[in-house]
């Protein structure tokens, strides 16, 4: 054979060769894509809270649009493992994915803190969520679920201290960058979760000194009941349960309100775990009190309460305070709320109730539209002296429940501004650093552009103990809302039809649906795993 002849010789066996491993090429490719393909449908199943055996449903409805639209890729989509074991392991690799990179992440952690909430789920069973805020040397901000824990029996502070160690342990976190912990406990169960947190620190020879347990930062159904208005919400919520639990009585009523064109459609249910329903079931009954009077009455049901003008304006002061209560807590809702700007809104209601008790012992309902309308239509006057005790009692109760934010006072202004505070009352070890920032006025233009909450991660490294500080503020939670909002992904997981789900995926299926700082990382899953396409065709 001549040299042309032989190097095109050559040529095609490399060519029948790299046909030959194409081959196997392709069946794994085709293997990892279907595999991939079926983690990522788990992640949004979790994501959107469906049961596991949507899968099937899904690959279904994969399949017959395929046959439509592209016949022949149609094997591809076959492939897809979506049965409702593989759906649930799927996302127990995923959450365990979360874990390990949160686990990994918190050795960066140079402070953390932590905020825990109970609640029950559909079979009564008593689950507790525990969130972690952890800040790094960058500090740059990380938000997670940490873990559920389930609980059996009655709660106590020694109960939440024990799932909490758990849980800590679990994740290699030190004990000693913990400066933090929120709960919606009582005040007692608080003081005793800050004992033995202390406790655990000190063992491990660390003072604790800088540990703060403390209340979240508002619930606004436990501050509406020290108003003393039992005698309306009691009236309101007999009455919107009458109505609202009969089919027939509701669609009746509401028939009722279209005839009249009622401002309003319909009448909510109270419900108090939700913070803001109080406000809404309020207000709408005020608006359709007419309406109500009517439809109790041709029920041989009459509330004559709706016809005490002293009643009714019981209940137009309180529709206003819950107006008033529901304004601040949607301020204090979402995450990463820094705790500087909540207390900021705190503070600001608290001087709100100041002005507003002054006013109501003057007569003067300003702020108060809903009793002003109502005065005008009564032929007593409202006992002003009263809502303005009422309001002094819920201004010392806000006073007595952010005692522990006040003793923190000075942290957080510090933090809020750095270049306002007095270097003699600051502790000793910031002294020097507070005023080469202080004497910085290249720094100071830029707090003065972008604010505490972004000044923060630009302090220069000359500072170590100001950055420090920093991020004991930065990781500080100031309410369970985070906990809250898991709640509610629970219960629209562990419904009555999906009552048998086990704890485990539970779990699972909570930390891939509230991560938003850890994305679980599918490809570096698949390089771990021998992918396999579905068993059925």
Not at 279 to 290: E, S
Not at 479 to 495: A, P, R, V
Not at 500 to 521: N, W
Request: with cysteine.
């Amino acid at each position: 054979m001549s040299m042309e002849q032989r190097l095109q010789k050559a040529k095609d066996l490399k060519r029948n060769l790299q046909h030959q491993q194409s081959m196997f090429t392709r069946i794994s490719s085709e293997s990892e894509a279907a595999t991939k393909a079926s983690f990522i449908i788990a992640e949004e199943i979790a994501k959107a809270s469906k049961p596991f055996s949507e899968g099937e449903f899904i690959k279904d409805c994969l399949e017959k649009v395929c046959s439509v639209v592209c016949p022949d890729k149609k094997q591809a989509f076959s492939n897809i493992s979506l049965s409702r074991n593989t759906v649930a392991s799927r996302v127990d690799e995923l959450a365990s994915d979360v874990e390990s990179q949160l686990k990994t992440k918190a050795k960066d952690f140079i402070s953390y803190s932590l905020a825990v909430d109970e609640s029950t789920d559909r079979t009564d069973t008593a689950q507790l969520s525990i969130f972690i805020r952890g800040v790094d040397s960058q500090l740059s901000v990380t938000e997670e679920l940490l873990d559920v824990k389930t609980i059996h029996g009655t709660t106590t502070g020694k109960d939440i201290f024990t799932q909490v160690e758990q849980s800590v342990n679990k994740m290699e976190l030190p004990w000693s960058k913990l400066v933090g912990l929120t709960t919606d406990g009582a005040p007692a169960m608080c003081g005793e979760v800050r004992g033995l947190v202390g406790l655990t620190r000190k063992a491990m020879g660390d003072t604790g000194e800088n540990l703060v347990v403390y209340h979240c930062i508002i619930h606004q159904e436990a501050l509406g009941k020290v108003l003393g208005m039992e005698h309306v919400m009691t009236v309101v919520t007999k009455t919107v349960n009458f109505i609202r639990a009969r089919g027939l009585n509701h669609r009746q009523f509401r028939a009722l309100l279209e005839e009249e064109n009622s401002v309003q459609e319909d009448l909510p249910y109270h419900t108090e775990v939700r913070w803001l329903s109080r406000g809404k079931v309020l207000r709408r009954f005020y608006d359709t009190r007419t309406e109500i009077a009517r439809f109790m009455e041709s029920k041989q049901r009459p509330v004559p309460e709706l016809e005490d003008e002293k009643w009714l304006g019981d209940l137009a002061f309180m529709c206003d305070i819950t107006e008033h209560l529901n304004s601040l807590n949607v301020k204090l809702q979402g995450r990463k709320q820094l705790i500087t700007e909540m207390q900021d809104s705190v503070k600001a209601f608290e001087l709100k109730l100041r002005l507003w008790e002054g006013q109501m012992r003057r007569g003067n309902l300003t702020h108060f539209p809903t009793c002003q309308t109502i005065s005008a239509t009564v032929t007593i006057p409202l006992p002003t002296q009263v809502y303005a005790d009422k309001l002094n009692t819920l201004k010392e109760e806000f006073s007595r429940r952010f005692a522990d934010f006040e003793s923190q006072k000075f942290n957080i202004d510090l933090f809020a501004n750095p270049f306002a505070i007095d270097v003699d009352t600051a502790p000793e070890h910031l002294q020097l650093e507070l005023i080469e920032l202080q004497c910085n006025s290249a720094l100071k233009t830029q707090y003065q552009s972008v604010g505490a909450a972004e000044f923060a991660p630009l302090l220069p490294e000359s500072v170590p103990e100001l950055r420090l500080h920093a991020a004991h503020i930065m990781s500080m939670f100031g309410s369970t809302y985070s906990c809250e909002q898991m709640f509610s992904i629970m219960n629209l997981n562990k419904t009555s039809h999906r009552s048998r789900i086990t704890d485990q995926h539970l779990t699972s299926v909570l930390k891939v649906a509230t991560a938003k700082d850890i994305k679980p990382r599918i490809d570096e899953i698949i390089c771990k795993k021998r992918c396999r396409v579905s068993g059925k065709s």
